[in-house]
């Protein structure tokens, strides 16, 4: 009956009669139905008939979370996320990424790649100072390999500048994954800069890093026009063995050659 009484209200919100929608799901709720207070939560989460609350929402979101609900534990995760996007939260909520970090972990430990992929994201942003980005790396990486978009593509450009080969293989994968026109944008360049040999690499020097990024850049799209400028200077770079660059004679003169084409 509270199942009954909770589809009931789906149908009151989506034709605009929220207060009696938001009767319906209290009681529902109150009776201990997940999916009522998983529902009522959202309302406070959207503002859907009654004023954004996320002190309410994450009330009821933790008692459907409490009978195993899943989405619950992510919309948790989601409420207590700081990314230093925003500091207002309605209700005088107090964002926590250690919360955050809690409501996600439950949701990763039932394989969920999207509390995974947000995983990495607070570690890449406050992990460790010295090295944010190596609990990230294990965190995308396991969504990733759940097919979550985003991390693939997350991946494929962190990797870019540490190891080419895995950059390029997660691009393919987010690519054939519903990547977008971007995603195949970022693989070309990646295979045509490891291709000529100017794919950046760690032990790379700031200036020569800053060299290669921009030739690579206007390999093709909106920088295309700037191409031959940008593998010029490149290319001087390896003539003269500047920047940390041992000098390269036969990678200038091909540099030059591409510049042209």
Known sequence: ????????????????????????LEKS??????NAQFNLGAMYVNGTGVPKDYTKAAFWFEKSASKGDLESLLQLGH????????????GNFKPNNYEARRWYKLAANRQSAEAQYWLGKIAEYFGDPNDPKTEALDWYEKSANLGY???????????SERDIDRSINWYERAYLNDGDELTLLELSHLKQAKKLGIYVTPSDTADLR???????????????????????????????????????????????????E
């Open 1 to 24: 009956f509270a199942d009954q009484r909770s589809n009931r209200a789906i149908d009151l919100i989506n034709s605009g009669r929220y207060a009696e929608a938001k009767l319906l």
């Open 29 to 34: 709720a109150y009776d201990g139905n997940k």
């Open 79 to 90: 409420l207590y996320r700081d990314l230093g996007l925003t500091s207002e939260r309605p």
């Open 149 to 159: 978009l985003e991390s693939q593509i997350r991946l494929g450009e962190l990797y």
């Open 210 to 260: 800053f060299f290669k990024r921009r030739a690579i850049d206007s390999i093709s799209g909106y920088r295309e026009n700037e191409k031959e400028e940008r593998f010029y200077d490149l290319s001087r770079v390896y003539r003269y063995g500047r920047y940390g660059a041992k000098k390269d004679a036969a990678l200038a003169d091909r540099l030059e050659k591409f510049s042209k």
